[in-house]
């Protein structure tokens, strides 16, 4: 390595290389996989964490937002209580997955398993410059989940893959598959039952057979000093139509990025997003949709509510490709700004190379309407009161488009529990 190459790591940037150094021995996973986790990590080490000058990153610089690292282990927790009443649980234990789970239709194993498979070093491998997230997961996942779902199940109850951890580090990594005519909701959920600082980093690989229809829920409440580094990656077929939750009510630092591959004639994806910042936490939702083949739909739309000094940040790219002709994608960010000392940096962009299509995007900033408080005042509600329950139908609206009571109930309760702490 030439000198001119080398930089100045930082001290969360020691502590994870080091931490790398320390497990490499006891990670999982085949000849292939171990010298994956040897160049991931050098690539960590010559270039570093990303900074704004790195355009994906522009507005999370991570290199300077991510200031320790914990260490690798935690004590263990238990779950905690589904987000829904009648769930199928797959809980993943500091980072630890336990593939005991028996539904018809449903063939589960352990990630840890499939990095010994053979060629397991292409499980982890990166193809772009800026994928901070992937380069992380790689070097360090220990296990997660590999989860198949056979053509034509219909799922009875919802999976809920249950991420609980006490601190230090979780790398997690899952494949997902719902096959040709499957139908169903999964939750992935990401809680800290302590207090303890902990870093997070989770990849999902979710792809959707021809004709399947499924709900996918995010729900990201982590503890106040934790950072999560999310990447979900999603590939659609024919006809396959997928709606898309995330809500994020936690964690110091957090990134989200969705990748989304439009593979098939007539698939559809519906992308709504709740994100509820407060005190100095820093959350991003980055967003990449690829509409690569003719006569598909999409719909972004995410709501956020900011108080104190937290920062959000929202980057939806949507890219339709010249032959993807009949495209109809819409792409909208709306924000409650409930403070002078917060903010909002929302970035949507389109990039079209076909002719005959339908594609737009907007974003708004802004308050409560003074005339719907005034309202809710003049008939005797509390101002505090007044106010919560309008945050609340903001944020609370977009979730009602699943047309699922069970879903718009448990959600509507995590941002009522939220707002009271908040508000």
């Given at each position: 390595m030439n000198a001119q190459n080398q930089i100045t790591l930082t001290s969360a940037e020691e502590q994870l290389l080091a931490s790398f150094g320390r497990s490499f021995g006891s990670l999982p996973g085949d000849a292939s996989v171990t010298t994956m986790r040897d160049k991931l990590a050098g690539e960590i080490k010559k270039a570093g964490l990303p900074t704004r000058r790195v355009e994906a990153w522009h507005y999370t610089d991570l290199r300077n937002l991510l200031k320790a690292v914990p260490e690798e282990a935690g004590e263990a927790v238990n779950p905690i209580a589904a987000l829904f009443a009648d769930t199928s649980l797959l809980p993943l234990i500091q980072g630890k997955a336990s593939a005991s789970l028996?539904?018809?239709?449903?063939?589960?194993?352990?990630?840890?398993?499939?990095?010994?498979?053979?060629?397991?070093?292409?499980?982890?491998?990166?193809?772009?410059?800026?994928?901070?997230?992937?380069?992380?997961?790689?070097?360090?996942?220990?296990?997660?989940?590999?989860?198949?779902?056979?053509?034509?199940?219909?799922?009875?109850?919802?999976?809920?893959?249950?991420?609980?951890?006490?601190?230090?580090?979780?790398?997690?990594?899952?494949?997902?598959?719902?096959?040709?005519?499957?139908?169903?909701?999964?939750?992935?959920?990401?809680?800290?039952?302590?207090?303890?600082?902990?870093l997070v980093s989770?990849?999902?690989?979710?792809?959707?057979g021809k004709d399947a229809e499924v709900t996918y829920v995010i729900m990201q409440d982590?503890?106040?000093?934790?950072?999560?580094?999310?990447?979900?990656?999603?590939?659609?077929?024919?006809?396959?139509?997928?709606?898309?939750?995330?809500?994020n009510t936690g964690g110091k630092l957090v990134r989200h990025e969705i990748e989304c591959e439009v593979e098939g004639e007539g698939a559809d994806l519906m992308l709504r997003g709740v994100n509820l910042l407060g005190g100095d936490t820093h959350t991003d939702i980055t967003f990449n949709l690829g509409h690569n083949v003719a006569n598909t739909t999409s719909t972004e739309t995410i709501r956020n509510v900011v108080f104190d000094k937290?920062?959000?940040?929202?980057?939806?790219?949507?890219?339709?490709?010249?032959?993807?002709?009949?495209?109809?994608?819409?792409?909208?960010?709306?924000?409650?700004?409930?403070?002078?000392?917060?903010?909002?940096?929302?970035?949507?962009?389109?990039?079209?190379?076909?002719?005959?299509?339908?594609?737009?995007?907007?974003?708004?900033?802004?308050?409560?309407?003074?005339?719907?408080?005034?309202?809710?005042?003049?008939?005797?509600?509390?101002?505090?009161?007044?106010?919560?329950?309008?945050?609340?139908?903001?944020?609370?609206?977009?979730?009602?488009?699943?047309?699922?009571?069970?879903?718009?109930?448990?959600?509507?309760?995590?941002?009522?529990?939220?707002?009271?702490?908040?508000?």
């Open positions: 028996s539904v018809d239709g449903v063939t589960v194993s352990t990630f840890a398993e499939a990095l010994g498979g053979g060629d397991g070093g292409e499980l982890i491998a990166v193809s772009r410059d800026d994928d901070a997230i992937g380069r992380i997961n790689g070097a360090m996942v220990a296990d997660g989940y590999v989860i198949n779902i056979d053509a034509g199940t219909e799922l009875q109850r919802p999976l809920e893959l249950q991420a609980a951890h006490s601190g230090g580090q979780v790398h997690a990594r899952h494949a997902i598959s719902f096959g040709d005519g499957t139908s169903g909701t999964f939750v992935e959920r990401h809680v800290a039952p302590t207090d303890a600082a902990a989770n990849v999902t690989s979710l792809t959707l982590q503890g106040a000093s934790d950072s999560h580094l999310g990447k979900l990656k999603i590939s659609l077929s024919e006809n396959a139509k997928l709606k898309l939750l995330i809500v937290a920062r959000g940040v929202f980057q939806g790219l949507i890219r339709v490709a010249p032959d993807a002709q009949k495209v109809d994608a819409k792409m909208a960010c709306n924000t409650l700004l409930m403070t002078d000392h917060g903010s909002f940096s929302s970035k949507p962009e389109l990039e079209i190379f076909a002719d005959d299509v339908q594609c737009g995007h907007g974003a708004t900033v802004t308050d409560i309407d003074p005339n719907h408080l005034y309202y809710m005042m003049a008939r005797g509600i509390p101002r505090k009161v007044a106010s919560g329950l309008l945050i609340n139908a903001f944020a609370a609206e977009v979730v009602e488009e699943f047309e699922d009571e069970q879903l718009t109930e448990a959600v509507e309760s995590v941002i009522t529990e939220w707002l009271d702490r908040h508000d």
